[in-house]
């Protein structure tokens, strides 16, 4: 398996090289940065530019073409006042699950506010619910609605943290202050990350879909 951290160390010299001081910070998201990653995950990178045009994307392309496992690299790449300007449902999950490399995220991003782990929580089960309903309607992916499960996972971090004020950055750790339903949505994404889930695409909408029912149905109540 690669060493992160040696990459990193490339990818930051690449970024620097063609950058200079216009790079304003560079971190590390996803299963790579919280010491969870297989062989096959990807590399989450984050790299902040002073400012970012269609331009700056070419030599950012032209910047890392050359890095070992670059088909792994993808991540989150803007100028700081789009960062700054964020929605800041998003911006509750991407300040929590970013380690710094170079620079302080949180120099970037605005003041955090009571309601952005709710608004987090709200969107992310309005675009899930959706996306269940099309795909058993059009798309007939399960494929799809496997990556859907695997994406409330982070819905189920804004949610502890909305109904109890924990943040799990860890899925084991997290693992260990949910029941119910939220347990089981945690279990199904980890089951089918690991290829061990057999459920047809009916069970696992069925179980999605009626999650993220329930999950707007008390936001609303609220």
Wanted: hydrophobic share 35%.
């Amino acid at each position: 398996m690669m060493e992160i951290e040696n990459w990193m160390k490339q990818y930051c010299g690449a970024v620097r090289a063609a950058f200079g001081d216009r790079v304003r910070y560079i971190g590390l998201q996803g299963s790579r940065g919280r010491g969870e990653a297989g062989p096959d995950s990807d590399i989450d990178v984050v790299c902040i530019l002073d400012s970012c045009s269609l331009q700056d994307l070419e030599t950012y392309r032209a910047a890392v073409k050359d890095l070992p496992d670059r088909d792994k690299l993808c991540g989150f790449v803007s100028g700081t006042a789009e960062l700054a300007a964020w929605d800041r449902g998003e911006l509750f999950q991407f300040r929590r699950d970013t380690t710094d490399w170079c620079g302080r995220l949180a120099d970037l991003l605005p003041p955090e506010e009571p309601g952005d782990a709710r608004r987090a929580l709200h969107q992310g089960a309005c675009g899930l619910y959706h996306l269940c309903c099309h795909n058993f309607l059009h798309g007939r992916s399960r494929e799809a609605v496997a990556e859907a499960c695997k994406a409330a996972v982070f819905l189920l971090q804004a949610k502890l943290y909305v109904e109890q004020g924990l943040y799990c950055r860890r899925r084991s750790d997290l693992e260990q202050h949910l029941t119910g339903q939220d347990l089981e949505i945690l279990q199904t994404a980890q089951a089918l990350k690991a290829g061990e889930c057999r459920e047809d695409l009916t069970a696992l909408t069925d179980r999605l879909f009626a999650w993220c029912r329930d999950v707007i149905g008390q936001q609303k109540a609220i």
